[in-house]
Each structure stands twice: as structure tokens, then as C-alpha cells.
């Protein structure tokens, strides 16, 4: 996705040309982008040989997961529905994990059902809850125990997992606890230590951190355990000033660690699979002249993406078109919904505009689509796939009559 004389495009197609077939507000994804995206990601850990699971609860467009399924990746689940979603683009049960703090047990008797890699359970009364389900259909299933190593990832708190005072997993004592207590249940298998500390991290200092708390806690319990989950959380780059994470050291790490403890890794990438590869495609409805600020008032909104409301998350908005003629004014771009904070960004300058511009929101891939809504009635955006010169519908545009 760049720029070609001036004009973006997504691959071989401008943005012009998709917003006059589809209209606005539609994300666009670039097949070649997740390709590469996926290569670069195994290639950084060639020498690990991981499972990797995707995290479905990034992006669970149908047609991207089969995209997933064809590099052999699996999925990583946090409900039935993504499960089932994993399951109908044909990825293998045997790399689907199904992790999450409130798996109900209609959750976990269709997990067992389906003969899944791992449940990763997250409390002793969940555990107390798979073993009671694992009798009933007669089956000894395959879990693993999140660990909450109480690590600050140091990233936006409100996506932040790994720490004491957050919701997921058991701290160490209560680890070892369910391992005294459960390792002769004919119903449970405990194969997986599993932990998550969050997401966007991009210093390797968190991970170098985690590892040596999952060691302190494997030297302390005297379990043996078949795969060691570190979940996913590599952040990519929403701006030119942020970091990103030195893969070569992380592996690195990992490497010293496989030497003491000889198990399989299992990584749950999401957004560094899948978010720098789409964009939000929308226009200039109005524009707000109100004292030392310009309002951008775009035709999208926080139904369609929520991230900045949301998490406060930085998202570049581009024009279609570049021009040199900049207005050192500051602007804020906006939508159209009854909410002060349905708003994206904030600039100290842009280019001049005018009503009915085109306009490009970055880095939407992961966390995007998933999380929009109908609020105030707003119809859901396509998606779109770009291959080459090919444009494909991969998810219409909501009608309001399918609302009414």
C-alpha cells in the first residue's frame, strides 16, 4: 500500500477506483501484505519451529482465516463462535487453542467434542468445571494452566494482560496448586503452561522477563510439560516514532530457553500478522472552521472503528491525493456520531481539503472490523480483498434494512 504519482494505492488498484465501486466507509485489505506478513513471521522464528495459532479474535473474516489456513497456521479461540469460524475455514483442530477467562461449559463440552489441541484454563474453577465435563463425555482432555506472571509489558494499559491486578490466569502458587492437586485426574492432561502479558509490546525486555518467571515456575512445580504457549503480543508500527520489536533478540532468547526445557512452542501472533495490512477508505462530509481548530468530519465513524475511542490509539490518516498545499492549523478528524469521542486523530497540520475528499485510515487490520458495531444504526462497511489487480467482496455492506 503506497503511494504511485501522487495517488495511493492498494496493490495495483488505486483507492479512488474501490471507493467509486464500493463506496465509503469500506476497509480494504492487501493479500500480499498478509503473504509477506506470514513469511516474515515464521522466518523470524525458523530456528523455533513454533505452532502458530492466529488470533481469531483480531480479524475472524472467514476469508482471511482460509488465507491463514493455507501457510498452516492454526487458531488461537476465545469463544465457540470463533472456534467454529476456525473450524469452517479449515483449520487443522490439532493447532486451535482455545484460551479465555469465562469459557461457559456449553464452550468447553463443544472444545472437548472437537478433540482441540489445548484448552487453556485460566482458574482452579474452570479447571474444576473441564474435568466434570471431560467425565461426562468420557475423555481425557488436553489442557494448559495460564500463568500470570504479574509483568508490566509497559503498553496501552487498557490492553494490558500479564500484571497481578489483570483478570487473566493464576499466579504461581496457585499454579503449582492445581498441579498437586489434579495430575492424577483421569480426566485432565496437562500439557501446556500458557501465559499472555499483552499486546503492541515492541522492546524484547518484557519477554526476556516472562521467560524467567515460566523457568522460576517449571523448576518449582516438577511437571513436565508438553508446550510452553507464550501468546502473541508483537506490536507493529501505527506511527514513524514506534518501536519495533527485535525479533532476532526475542528469538535468541527463546533458543537459550529450549536448551534447558525440551518442549514445543506455541505462539498466538494476531496483529502482527494482520494489522499494517488494511485500511479504512472514507471521505470528507464537512468541513468545521471552529476557532484555532479545523474539524474533518469523515463519513465514518466509531461504529466502524472504535480503537482511538476506545483504547486512545494512534491511527495516520492519509489523503488520497498529496498536495503541497499545507495549512498549519490544527485538525481534528472526526465522525459523525453523537459522541465527543467519536473522533481518530489529531494533527498541528495537514493538507488543504475540500468536501468529498478520499481519505485513508492506516493500520486498521487487527481489532477493526471485530470490534464495530450498529450503534445509532449505522450499517457494518464491507471488506474488501485486493490481489493484484483484483478487487474481491469479502463481506458486503450491511443494508439499514437488514437493521429494520
Known amino acids: 500500500m503506497k503511494y504511485k504519482n501522487g495517488h495511493f494505492y492498494i496493490e495495483k488498484v488505486s483507492a479512488s477506483k474501490i471507493a467509486k465501486k464500493y463506496s465509503t466507509p469500506t476497509y480494504v485489505y492487501s493479500f500480499e501484505k498478509i503473504v509477506n506478513n506470514i513469511k516474515k513471521f515464521k522466518t523470524n522464528f525458523k530456528k523455533i519451529n513454533p505452532i502458530i495459532c492466529f488470533s481469531v479474535k483480531s480479524n475472524a473474516n472467514l476469508d482471511i482465516l482460509k488465507i491463514i489456513k493455507t501457510h498452516n497456521i492454526g487458531a488461537d479461540v476465545v469463544s465457540k463462535g470463533e472456534m467454529m469460524m476456525a473450524l469452517k475455514a479449515g483449520i487443522d483442530v490439532k493447532k486451535i487453542v482455545f484460551s479465555g477467562v469465562g469459557k461457559t461449559s456449553n464452550e468447553i463440552d463443544y472444545a472437548i467434542k472437537k478433540n482441540i489441541l489445548l484448552i487453556n484454563a485460566e482458574s482452579e474453577d474452570e479447571i474444576i468445571n473441564i474435568e466434570k465435563i471431560a467425565r461426562k463425555n468420557k475423555k481425557k482432555v488436553s489442557i494448559g494452566i495460564r500463568l500470570n506472571p504479574d509483568i508490566d509489558a509497559r503498553t496501552i494499559n487498557k490492553i494490558s494482560t ?144 472504535i480503537r482511538p475511542a476506545l483504547y486512545g490509539s494512534i491511527h495516520r490518516i492519509l489523503p488520497y491525493k498529496i498536495s503541497k498545499n499545507k495549512i498549519i492549523k490544527k ?70 434494512t437488514d437493521l429494520i
Not at 212 to 220: A, F, H, M, P
Not at 338 to 350: A, I, N, P
Not at 372 to 400: C, D, F
Request: charged share 25%; proline share 2%.
Open 162 to 305: 500479564g500484571k497481578k491486578e489483570n483478570k487473566f490466569g493464576v499466579d504461581i502458587n496457585t499454579f503449582k496448586k492445581i498441579i498437586r492437586s489434579y495430575k492424577n485426574s483421569k480426566f485432565l492432561e496437562f500439557n501446556c503452561l500458557s501465559v499472555h502479558i499483552g499486546s503492541q509490546i515492541t522492546s524484547h525486555q518484557p519477554y526476556r522477563i516472562m521467560l524467567n518467571v515460566i523457568q522460576k515456575c517449571l523448576n518449582e512445580c516438577n511437571h513436565k510439560f508438553r508446550f510452553i504457549d507464550l501468546g502473541g503480543g508483537m506490536g507493529i508500527q501505527y506511527t514513524k516514532n514506534d518501536n519495533l520489536l527485535n525479533y532476532k533478540k526475542y528469538s535468541s532468547m527463546i533458543q537459550k530457553f529450549l536448551k534447558k526445557n525440551k518442549v514445543k512452542i506455541i505462539f498466538e501472533p494476531g496483529r502482527s500478522i494482520i494489522g499494517n495490512t488494511a485500511i479504512i477508505l472514507t471521505k470528507v462530509t464537512y468541513i468545521k472552521k471552529s476557532g484555532r481548530k479545523i474539524f474533518i468530519i469523515l463519513d465514518t465513524a466509531m461504529n466502524d472503528f
Open 331 to 400: 485538525h481534528e478528524f472526526v465522525g459523525p456520531i453523537c459522541e465527543t469521542t467519536d473522533k481518530f486523530l489529531e494533527t498541528s497540520s495537514f493538507q488543504k481539503l475540500t468536501n468529498g475528499d478520499l481519505m485513508i485510515i492506516c493500520d486498521v487490520g487487527a481489532y477493526g472490523m471485530v470490534l464495530s458495531s450498529n450503534y445509532n444504526l449505522r450499517p457494518a462497511s464491507p471488506e474488501i480483498l485486493v490481489k493484484g489487480l483484483k478487487t474481491i467482496v469479502i463481506k458486503k455492506r450491511q443494508k439499514i
